[in-house]
């Protein structure tokens, strides 16, 4: 309380001189305040904030710019706000605003709804449980504290212009508060702060704002003209830079037109037309130039005269205008931006109280200002994007949180309703951006909806309104009929935003219906009827005979309109449904419509038709030659209507009465004369009549059953045509419909004898077609009743139905199963949906990442499957009957598709039952079952009879379900002979297809008899259908079973009886041949000498054998055990690699096929050399940790193995690069001046761009003796000796300018050795006889380097940045160790995934890996001996350089070293640099004893390493966390150890480990310093001892072996590719790999314990490499905390490279986005916020405003990103649309995001918004995909394969 008090006294700031404040105060005292006076000073001080820059007053001034205007304009907002608005804000409260301000906020916010206007993208949230309707949406803050957080809620992205419901009552079922809100409601209306004076003072400003902003804002304001006359000319002539040229947005042109007018036209740059151009795109319109009127108007029209050619022809009619401009003085420019920046500010200050929304809402509706509610409604099409959109804000802030005020909004919105939309229709801005868009906050409040309807008729205007603008100028001859005129299509779609407003004005039902509301809303139900009139019968189509069409007619717009209206009139007939009033007038108001309407009944005639001795007056119509139409919505009204008649007690005939007193009768003929008319075209349709129509009307009755359409098509037609079946005579009913169809003939018996006489033509098919027709269409009339109204059931049942058969068909996901049915009436069928699926279906759960979860019917409910569903296609219905044959096949019941129980009808059809058991129906049925067993005749078909059999299945069911009393089927079926008709079909051979059905339906026929019985006291047909039942006929089935079960028993019987010969046969052969088998006898131990005998008895030995083996195998390995558990100092014998105890290569197999020549080809030295394809690819993939950021990016190898001659590739490689040549660059771009021609290995298609080649195990070219005497090598510190003196005599070459490489004979003498050269040669493997190599094989190394060096190019430093770069030369110092190092590279990065796919090395690689690893090693090693490198420069420099810093200390230090990079240079770059005698040495690394020292060499280094950066305090820290009371592994080593090696590595660790010696520093610094104090002693330095016991050595002895595993198990891919030995036995399979067992591989010593002996050389070489100055220097730096280090420490064990960690729940991420701006562009959130999933940072993705440069191309934010975060890869999350882009060199592709709802399925584009989780599966498929380097290929692959839309990659 007294801290706001005393900020009043502290800022009240003393009324500046120029501040208008003292002015203003001083008028209002005198009451001579006026508006004007703010309005005269805006006016005046907006120019002040205005600043442009223009010409050459930027600092580039060469040539090439000057060209172009350099142009940039801005408002300084932040000025503005601070000298203007805080002072109005100042004179409104009183002194010290901003304290004013927080005691009005602490007093309480009195609004009690959210109302937070949506900026576009930002989410929002809405309740399937709670909300009204589905445009209900909360904003983050107000879900986050809604109990609709733990509902079914609903996620989406907002498209800016909505707002925040919550605290509305009328939006919410329940829970309309979050906690924010709820609480405010207790605030108090009134407020201290604002008192009287204030408000008053308010009134005044608001006042000012609003005339001020209303006056300029206009595109063309006439405040233009005022600047001009009025005294601002004054200070400048006409002629003065005071006028700019304004370019305003338009849907009609695209980004690239306007980039194009504006550089060629305009002179900008194409950087800064770009800039304006999102300018334009984002606010509405931009400055392009500042400059005199004549210039600025020249511009003008120089841009309007360009003639821009229409872009497409789908566009409106402004199309073809010139780009909108105008120009405008600078001062009526200033005044809109200052206009635009007071709005939005005044709509936040609006937020603040209610107090202010009173004082606003009270201005706007003051009539007659300039600003009233009408005005701004009306004006807002004069505006452009953003001055609109701040318009909409303040209405919505200002009028829409009261009810009142919106009432009052609302009102007038209607009330100009058909103004706006007008305007809105001619314009040409996007919905969202017209005041139209209002609608939507408006018209879904329910009360204020139903208030309009009442007393605005706003029903009827919206209607009225879309007849006028949308329909009435396609009117002819009083039926709609759309023009071929695309280009309406536009203006049509836009008009049908007002059919979108009429279904938020209706879509809650009230509960009672006041008379007012009744009669408004029965105004808008004329209309309706007005508009449905017009399309009853539109787009009306006749049979096309003779040619085809000569174009296909449109039809798509009257779709459009069904399916726009469609919803409109189910929630119409939905509020009738409720009040029997309005359901009266409605019925009564169809009737007449419809008795109106002559489309198809109007003055047809009728004859008599007559069948089974019933006659019928017909309506002679021919479809086959008349107009009919799909579209008949009148009569589909009426039957919507007539659904809810029975609920009133109200029926056709008491209603009848009624209408017929308005003299309009409407038949039961007529009501289904067109509807069946329609389905008889069908019928013929589907009988191929109407061939030459084309496909216009194939898509026209595609969507007539669609999902989309079908519930206003469809299904009101079929309950229209039940309509008829019930209030007509059963008999007459079907005699019109075989009329309809041409049937009446066909239903007569003596039809085979009439037909005979006709030959068999494609009438005739046709005719059996339409009878196939007619049946279904009868059983579908009969059969689909789950519709309420019609039976008994619920929309449930309705809804439970649909997905039972759905489920019939397959196993549905989520998804697809809710886009299987149709939306339910304003979304809310949502829970019904869940609901009813549980009920019906059970969910199985995803099994692996790539599945989706689905539902699968409960078994019991097949029962209900109806195989003549109507609503499934074909396609349906024979996948849905096929595997419900199967399944009953399985379970041994009759295989067929029995019609299903039928519900009961209601009273008002229950007259329908009677066609089951009428005359014409049971001739018509009679008919096809003769027709089925006379095998002579012709006008059957085997599906007739199905049909019938289905239907009588229906009569049979109906019966028994006893709903009706006058069934009589069972009574009249045997005058038709319908059992002794079904038996005999049950014999009947030639119909066995069907018997099954026919036996069911005899099954069930029985039981009706059985039910019959008792009430027919007789026994003689009890009798006779129970001795019926015991023997009843067998099933197809059985009858199948049977015979199978015979013929095998006769199969078995004749196969014994030919067993039984042959075996007499052969022995009589082997008696007359018994010599020759004597000697076989000898090993068969049996007498008996018949073969089988024989392989018996071999193979019972064989099976005897191998157990002893196993046996053998366990005792060997647990000898092993005990050895190893002995802790056993000697190796076993022949395990390792390198090393004096090492293995040799035994040979391995080199024949290989050519893939591409199919012939076999063997390695051999001479021979034409072997290539497997490969792909190189820069990456950063292991340096993309944190602490490696900073790294460089190395290159990957990949290869899948496939081997050819490198010629045969050759040929196909130059045909791929002349393909590639050809193909037009539209989707790739290249990014880098060099790349690497793609092509595809032809075997696998693995994306490739080089070759590796493939070479013989390299052992084979040395001869290696085994003699394993150590005294046949040189010791290690030979090795060591000699590698010094290398180093300086290549040094000492390099100064001397020298040619010849250093003898071998001069370093050993310089280096002091003795030693033989037979000793030197032995441990070098030196390779007397040189291979002669086939001459292509250095082409094959040649091309592998150049692709090396392309692939480097992209990432190298771009010339621009740095002058002196130049591509790099293929012979530099950077070049030399290339190969190697993308050996180490992809050795590492393979070593990295192994381990994280827990693939121990002994694990059996992929062949890719297995091939690629190999091949690899193999070449460079080949590579090295190779005597180009002899002669070059760089090769013995860096030779020297490597050799200088390992063992001279010069250069840098162990802890910056990648010991295993080293390594691998070492290994290759070194040991060729020596001559012999004879010229230089050739030596092919393979494992010789040097390999070795220089293995243990880099191990030493690494241990030493290691040991230096061992923390143990960390160390204990961690292990005390994790595994408190696990016990050191290598304590008991460290306590056998002798004490002398125990006191070494104690002094090793206290001299050199880093963290102790600074420890020791520090501690000594500080006892010093105390020291200091107490007394002055200099002499005596005591020094600290830093503890180092056991337990510590055990520590750092655990640590060690760690952080040298990276390293180790490099190291044993490496030697593995290199020597050809594989890995011993004992390496365990399936546990990670351990460090004794690699050591013992590599032939190291495993007891770390070795190398700290004094006596050794190890410890000598450890202490050498630990002395390295750089060390002290890091040492020193660390002792001061705050010293930037300056030594880039490599760290031991390299952390794993990880994606970055992602929000479990996917509402966390997109809300972690909301507030994210563009870094270019401050005012503007991003549109597409991207997230890089390797390091996290989020991108402005695929947007004009962020292009930055890369080489000389304009790329997009990820691309550019891309190439420095992942070298030239990326993977990249598009938030707002829930979608993964994986991006590689200029192409991409989209990959499944890991987000999963929780139905396991993704939603890509958040088009369902359920709620997803985060997949862990999901996202380690990705981050693995990217480990093993697999993104350029899943990227190729992706856009190989499919054909995915043309993409822009490089502008994501
Ligand atoms: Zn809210
Ligand atoms: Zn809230
Ligand atoms: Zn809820
Ligand atoms: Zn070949
Ligand atoms: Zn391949
Ligand atoms: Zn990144
Ligand atoms: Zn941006």
Redesign the pocket.
Known sequence: MDRYDMEDVVVAPPAECGSPLKEWRLKLQAGTLARSDFIEYFKRESPKYFDYQTGGTETDNNALTREYNLFKCMFKEALAKEEIIDVLVEFMLGDSPASALEKLRLEGNTATVCGKVFKNGEPTYSCRECGVDPTCVLCVNCFKRSAHRFHKYKMSTSGGGGCCDCGDDEAWKKDHYCQLHLANRKNPLESKILTEAVLERAEICFGAILAFCVNYLEIEPNASLQCLEGGNVNDGQLDGAQFCTVLYNDESHTFDQVIQTLTKIAKCRHKDAMEIVAAIDREGRAVVKCDTFKECNDLKTAIENQMIPPSALLSNPRNNQSLRTSVLHIGAVACQQFALQLLGWFQEFLVRHYLFRKTFAELVQRKQEAFCIRHILEYDVKLWKTARTCWHRLLISGMLMEYDNKMVLAQEFSRRYATIVEDFISDDHDHAFSIVSLSVQLFTVPSIAHHLIAHEGIFDKLLHTFYHVAIEKFIQNKTLHFSKNIASLTFFKRANYILYDLRYLLSLKPEVLSNDLRSGFLEGCRALMRVLNVMQGMESITRQTGQHMDYEPEWECAFNLHIKLATTISQVIEWAAGDVKLLRKLYKMSVRALVGNSFIVGAEKSEARSVAGHVANCLMYDVSVKPVSIHLPLTRFYAGIYLHLGAHDMTYDSLQTETEALSSKLTPRGIIEPVLCTHAMIAQVAAGMWRRNGYSLLHQLYFYRNVRCRVEMLDRDIVCLQIGASLMESNEFLIHVLNKFNLIAWAHANYESVLAENPVDDEFMRQLSMIDEFLELLIVIIGERWMPGVSIVTEEDRLRKEIIQLLCTKSYSHSELSRALPDGNGGNSDNIFEDVINTVAVFKKPVGVDSKGVYELKEHLFEEFNVYFYHYTKEDKSKAEELQRERRKAKKQLVCCPPPMLPQLTPAFKSMANILQCNVFLSICTLVMDRALDARSRSFTESHLQKVLHLLGFAIQEELSEHYPFLSFYERSPKYGILEKLEELARCPRLEAHRDFVLWTIKRYKELQAKQAPSDGGAGPSCSQQSAGEEQPLSSEEQASQEKKLRARMVAESRAKIMAQMKSAQKSFMKNHAEMFSASDKESAGEDSSSMATTTTTGAMEWEDIPAETEANVTETNVEDEEEEQGAVALKQNVACLGPERKFYTGSDNNFK??????N?AISRSG?PLVSSAFVQTSRVIFTTPQMRASPSALHMSCCGHV??Y???QEYYSNEESKEQRRPHRNRVALSPAHNVEFHCPYCRTLSNTVLPVTEALPAFSSASSSSSSDSYLPLDSFAEIMRTQASELAAMKLMELKTLPSVSTILRKSGVVADMALFERSIQLITNPPELHSNYSDVMAFLRKALLNATQSQQPHPKDHPAGTPLDTDSIETVPMLWDTCSYTLQSLEIYLFETQKPLKAELPMRHQSCAINLVRACSRFSASPSLWTNEWQTEFAARLLDTVFNQKGTSVLEWDCFRVLVSFQFGVLNLMAGESGPLTVIPSGSMFDFYILQTMFLAHLTKAVLCFDAAKEQAKRTAETPHAELTQLGYVEQLPTRIRDNMVAFYRRYNIPARVLQRNTQQQLAEERKDEEQVQGQEQTVVIPCEPHHLALLLEYVQRQMSSFLRCACLFYRCLTDVDFPDTFPTDQPDRFELMCQYLGLDAQLGVYFDMETVYATMMHSFASHPHIGREVEERCQPDTVRSLQVEPCLRPLPRLIPLYDDYSDLINSVSDIFCPNNEREEMKTPTMCLICGSILCGQSYCCQPELGKMMVGACTHHAHACGAEVGIFLRIRDCQVVYLGRGKGCFAQPPYLDEYGETDQGLRRGNPLRLCQAAYSRIFLQWLGHGLHEEIARLNDNTNVAVMQWHHM
């Open positions: 050519c893939i591409l020549c199919f012939e080809c034409p050819m001659h010629s045969c590739w």
